[in-house]
């Protein structure tokens, strides 16, 4: 069967906006018979598309399912490269091990993995990610820019303030960034990234930008250990989030925040990045494996690397510690 023109059929159905299109219409819209048209109504309701066919009158779009397979996402997708190809799972370990296989195999920049839900999703450092089954977007992106491995945590931060602008674009809610990358809402985490690197003598050959961002869970979908630090969007707006639309505004920004750093370097993303932050400017404690430092976070370098100024007037540069407010 031929993607592209599920694809436009969806689309199409989906723009008639609850009217009926005839057979004979779209056959002739796309080049194909009514066999053919047929065949692929079957196919979308194979996916969970609910459509209703009338006698005489055709096809009418009652329902889209709310899942993250391709069709539902690309169908009114806004990109020219990131999303273009896309891996969908309904369960999987974890879509960063996908991913990673299918840069290894040559897959092309802008590749996206999507799944309902991970057994063994991963944080930074080893930790889990709880990915409760539907609920929210477990998604890996994979890029391969033309830049050298050490910009590869700069990736984090345009990934962290295209979620962001994502979020308000979708929801309204204001999301602040926590350093290093932590998304929050009122205080709780909603989204974690994780930057993970292909690279040889050559320089990257891929990145893989892991987000995990809570849509639609419920406090009890997540495991008890994360219950008092994790929230959702929906339990931050009292709505339901559309996750494909979320899935939509999250790969526009993130192609057009890659574009401006890759274009124009890391200045804008540095001062974007600053101002969606919670903890530049504030007094915090920066707990670190051999040491704790109090002082005011002042901002990031262009490594992403946390400038701490004691009270002693010294500037501490902070590569990895667990961040608290002071006030
Ligand atoms: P992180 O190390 O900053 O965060 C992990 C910590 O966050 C955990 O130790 C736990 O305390 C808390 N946590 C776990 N799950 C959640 C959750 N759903 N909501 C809020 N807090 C939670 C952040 O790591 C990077 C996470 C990336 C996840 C994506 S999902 C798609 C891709 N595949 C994969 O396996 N990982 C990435």
Redesign the pocket.
């Known amino acids: 069967m031929n993607i592209t023109v599920r694809h436009k059929l969806a689309k199409r159905l989906i723009e008639a906006g609850g009217e009926a299109l005839s057979g004979q219409q779209l056959a002739d819209e796309f080049g194909i018979s009514r066999t053919a048209v047929w065949k692929h109504i079957k196919d979308l309701e194979d996916q969970g598309y609910e459509i209703e066919s009338i006698k005489k009158r055709g096809y009418i779009l009652k329902s889209i399912p709310d899942t993250l397979e391709p069709t539902a996402i690309q169908t009114l997708l806004k990109t020219k490269r990131i999303g273009q190809v896309m891996k969908y799972i309904e369960s999987c370990p974890?879509?960063?091990i996908i991913a990673h296989k299918l840069a290894q195999e040559g897959t092309a920049d802008g590749t996206v993995v999507l799944t309902e839900t991970?057994t063994?999703?991963?944080?930074?450092?080893a930790?889990?990610?709880?990915?409760a089954p539907q609920k929210?977007i477990?998604?890996?992106i994979i890029l391969r820019p033309d830049v050298v491995p050490q910009k590869a945590p700069q990736f984090t931060l345009v990934a962290a303030v295209a979620v962001v602008r994502a979020i308000e674009e979708v929801t309204g809610l204001k999301p602040e960034i926590k350093w290093p990358?932590?998304i929050l809402i009122n205080g709780k985490?909603?989204t974690?990234?994780?930057t993970e690197l292909q690279s040889d003598a050559d320089g990257i050959q891929a990145l893989i930008i892991?987000?995990?961002l809570?849509a639609n869970q419920e406090v009890e979908d997540?495991s008890p250990?994360?219950q008092e630090?994790?929230s959702s969007l929906k339990m931050a707006s009292g709505k339901e989030v559309n996750r494909q639309e979320l899935v939509r505004a999250l790969l526009f920004h993130i192609e057009q925040f890659t574009n401006i750093y890759i274009e124009q370097g890391f200045a804008i993303i540095k001062l974007m990045w600053e101002s969606y932050s919670s903890t530049i400017g504030q007094p915090i404690r920066a707990r670190m494996a051999k040491e704790t430092l109090v002082g005011i976070a002042e901002g990031i370098t262009d490594d992403g690397v946390l400038q701490l100024r004691t009270a002693d007037g010294k500037l501490h540069g902070i590569y990895s510690a667990d961040i608290e407010m002071q006030n």
Not at 127 to 131: E, L
Request: glycine share 18%.
């Open positions: 974890s879509t960063q991970q063994a999703g991963r944080g930074r450092l930790r889990k990610w709880d990915s929210g477990w998604m890996s990358n932590d985490k909603c974690g990234i994780l892991g987000i995990g809570n997540f250990e994360i630090i994790a």
